[in-house]
């Protein structure tokens, strides 16, 4: 098995593949599809000041004058913002506008995709706790998924709340938005809402990552839409203030036997 790690967009990435070629080989892999990542974090990151989207907001480029990329998320955060009934907002049109919600997950999925163009087959990628795998993925243990306790992954008690196997399922993806390691980073159309964690299983890391995000953000609301309209292709996992724990349809049949 071999492991690469590295940073980017402000958080720990983690690969892991299992694949007979040289480690050399592997890592330049690993080393590329971090490029891909870092080119949309030069191109996205509100907290460089020269970046692409930074300019754009600022108003010191027009967004005429956009890259391909740039444009093509603008259009897909609108999208996710009618999908989801406004609940995953990037406030686009404002000087605030932050598409960073569907980004690290779209960069992330740009990385897997290199990762299979070029022959790699069987890896996982943990973008700061988000999980890609892959569709020929054999190792029982990387089919194997922990969800957070609700207390930072640096934390001395740090660990998970449970196991999700995904191994012979079409689930490929999990992600998780809530409170834990950035405070209150995301913001709620519901101020009120209790739900302070969220975890999402799905086929594609960009579609658990927004719904992740918009549970967060609307709280009850998000999810009588979420159960209404994408629970048949999603399921996600809640945790609130007050410690209640619930689920959509089919959630329990992906817990690993331990």
């Given amino acids: 098995m071999f492991a690469f790690q590295a940073e980017c967009m ?76 406004g ?9 605030d506008y ?8 779209w960069a992330t999925q740009n ?9 790699v087959r069987g890896f996982t990628i943990n973008a700061g706790g988000d999980i ?8 029982a243990r ?11 992954v640096a934390d001395a008690d740090a660990g998970a709340n449970l196991i999700l196997d995904l191994a012979n399922t079409p689930f490929r993806a999990v992600a998780t938005s809530g409170v834990a390691e950035r405070g209150e980073h995301i913001w709620r159309e519901d101020r009120d809402n209790e739900f302070v964690q969220v975890s999402v299983v799905g086929k ?15 709280g009850r609301k998000a999810w009588e839409v979420f159960t209404e309209t994408a629970s048949d292709v999603l399921s996600a996992l809640v945790t609130t203030r007050d410690g209640e724990i619930f689920s959509s349809r089919g959630f329990t049949s992906l817990l690993a036997k331990l």
Wanted: aromatic fraction near 8%; charge should be negative.
């Fill in 10 to 85: 402000g958080t720990g990435f983690t690969f892991q593949i299992e694949d007979e070629s040289a480690e050399a080989q592997l890592r330049g892999h690993c080393q590329a599809a971090m490029e891909v990542l870092e080119d949309a974090n030069q191109r996205f990151s509100l907290y460089k000041p020269d970046s692409e989207i930074s300019l754009l907001n600022r108003g010191e480029t027009s967004w005429n004058k956009a890259s391909f990329q740039q444009k093509n998320i603008l259009e897909e955060v609108k999208a996710w913002k009618e999908k989801t009934s």
């Fill in 204 to 218: 594609s890391i960009i579609d658990a990552d927004i719904w992740a995000t918009a549970l967060v953000s609307g």
């Fill in 132 to 139: 890609v795998l892959s569709d020929d993925l054999q190792s």
């Fill in 87 to 95: 609940f995953f907002d990037a406030r686009e049109g404002t000087e």
């Fill in 98 to 105: 932050d598409p960073s919600g569907l980004v690290k997950a």
């Fill in 111 to 119: 990385a897997a995709d290199y990762l299979l163009a070029n022959g």
């Fill in 142 to 152: 990387l089919n194997r998924v922990g969800l957070s306790n609700l207390r930072p």
